[in-house]
């Protein structure tokens, strides 16, 4: 894969709300640390499977579940587990 393709890919193509755009396949978030706030894009499955990543900290997340057709089981693990326990202990 190119640099650039993952640069294009990963960039904003259509906006949601100004926390939330898209990519290709790539949704991107706005995360709040604190006083920080960090880039975020995400790809994911039905039933919690995600892979995160934060580019200013060089982090890749990821998560697996089964919790199927449960969108507020597992977006938690975007709007908490990573901006609070993650990203809180691993920002510079």
């Not at 650039?4 to 709040?32: C, F, I, K, N």
């Not at 640390?33 to 990821?62: C, D, F, H, K, S």
């Not at 969108?71 to 326990?85: G, Q, S």
Request: overall charge positive; cysteine-free; glycine content about 10%.
């Amino acid at each position: 894969m190119s640099r650039q393709w993952v640069e294009r890919s990963t960039a904003r193509h259509s906006v949601m709300s100004p926390e939330r755009t898209y990519g290709y396949a790539w949704w991107r978030h706005d995360l709040r640390v604190g006083e920080r706030v960090y880039a975020e894009y995400e790809a994911g499955g039905n039933g919690g499977q995600y892979v995160m990543i934060i580019p200013e900290l060089e982090l890749t997340v990821m998560f697996t579940g089964g919790n199927y057709g449960q969108f507020n089981v597992w977006k938690t693990f975007r709007e908490e587990l990573l901006p609070r326990y993650i990203l809180a202990a691993v920002r510079r």
